[in-house]
């Protein structure tokens, strides 16, 4: 017997290896972090997930996370953690590529269909943004079905976006990088740094801006992007928000309009990581046909998921756009008066933690995914809103403070 142990155990552990996800860490307890509006509270659902990428909050209340090498879990609200789901595309795991966004179709409670974006392995060692669609069981993935695949497969593990995001007249949205080749960006007969619009079967819009040119693909809607990894469409307009990671510096908000050029890399506020000067090929920090940036930082956060958090009136962030920062090491709150920004918080920085993605739930909660080998799944709830005061209450306050004023 002790003769035949160690082989035992030689077969044993890489099994237990294969199975085992990376070992969750105890979980921390619940934190209050203080904000210029009131406490903010800060739980830890989950750990131990590797370089989660994106989340999905699901009708029940459970959520869908994605880990870039490849799994998809389901994590229930309790902070219960699935085994990965099967049907998974394959996808091209090495540097920024693998499983990337999921996203739940408009009409999930009818059709259970979500959408998944990932790095799609090509000949020879290339790779691709792809985009498919599947219907979602408890443990399982059905009717995995490609509805879109970025032209043409390159090699590089860099730049490949991805977010997807749906308009309220049938149309989903794919932010894509341009795979770290800058020109590529401005080139319309390829897909690389190019935002697409796609019907929900994975159609062609009629309307989309080059339909019927010879020279452009007929699913560009916008162009001139260098990697992004957050899209959003704004509740409250319907209008569709970009981010985007800059060079050095020149990280990015657009607002992506059919058929506008966005820049990259004519016109960029950014630098060589290299060189620490402009790339030979950007002529400034504007240029003549091409879209400004909405918002612009001189100091890459190194932008990721984003969300929109309106509708909360009894929330104090009501009304704001949330975005997660990897090097910056926050999640970034720019509070919005109407569709203005008026205003930056860096918050959850004492987690020296890079955040990847972000989202909002219905109850004002907010669901927030850490990139590390060990990432994590947080939820926080926003202070509530200052209380408003009634006219009388207005009026009554201030006969108080002219009392105190009086000598
Ligand atoms: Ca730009």
Redesign the pocket.
């Known amino acids: 017997m002790p003769a035949r142990a160690p082989l035992l155990l030689g077969l044993l552990l890489p099994l237990l290896a294969a199975c085992a996800r990376p070992a969750a860490s105890a979980l921390p307890p619940p934190q209050q972090e203080a904000t210029p509006d009131g406490d903010l509270l800060v739980e830890t659902l989950a750990t131990g997930l590797e370089h989660p990428w994106a989340l999905a909050l699901l009708p029940d209340g459970s959520l869908l996370v994605s880990e870039r090498p490849g799994r998809l879990r389901r994590i229930t609200a309790a902070g219960q953690v699935s085994s990965p789901l099967t049907g998974v595309p394959a996808v091209f795991a090495s540097g920024q590529g693998g499983l990337l966004d999921v996203a739940l179709d408009p009409d999930f409670p009818r059709n259970r269909r979500i959408w998944l974006s990932y790095a799609e392995p090509g000949a020879d060692g290339t790779a691709g943004t792809a985009v498919a669609t599947a219907t979602l069981h408890a443990a399982s993935l059905s009717d995995v079905r490609p509805v879109y695949r970025q032209w043409p497969k390159l090699d590089g593990d860099l730049h490949f976006g991805a977010r997807i995001a749906f308009d309220r007249q049938g149309h989903v949205f794919i932010s894509q990088g341009e795979r770290n080749r800058r020109m590529l960006a401005q080139d319309l007969s390829v897909l690389q740094g190019k935002v697409v619009r796609l019907n929900l079967d994975g159609s062609i819009p009629a309307d989309n801006p080059f339909v019927g040119r010879a020279d452009a693909r007929p699913e560009i809607w916008s162009y001139?992007h260098r990697n992004s990894q957050g899209l959003a469409v704004d509740p409250r307009t319907g209008r569709l928000w970009e981010s985007e990671h800059g060079p050095r510096g020149g990280d990015?908000i657009?607002r992506p309009q059919a058929g506008r050029n966005?820049?990259?890399p004519l016109?960029?506020d950014g630098m060589d990581y290299s060189t620490g000067l402009p790339y030979p090929e950007t002529r400034g920090q504007q240029a003549a046909g091409m879209e400004p940036?909405y918002h612009v930082w001189k100091k890459s956060p190194a932008l990721s998921g984003m969300a929109f958090y309106v509708g909360h009136p009894d929330r104090a962030w009501s009304d704001s756009l949330l975005l997660g920062a990897l090097a910056g090491q926050s999640l970034i709150r720019l509070r919005l008066d109407g569709e203005r920004i008026v205003g930056e918080e860096r918050l959850l920085t004492g987690l020296r933690q890079r955040i990847r993605d972000v989202r909002v739930a219905a109850d004002g909660r907010v669901y927030v995914l850490t990139d590390a080998a060990d990432g994590r799944l947080l939820r926080l709830t926003p202070p509530p809103a200052a209380p408003r005061r009634s006219p009388a209450q207005t009026a009554l306050a201030r006969d108080q403070a002219q009392a105190a004023a009086a000598p």
């Open positions: 001139g990015e657009n966005y820049g990259w016109a960029s940036p």
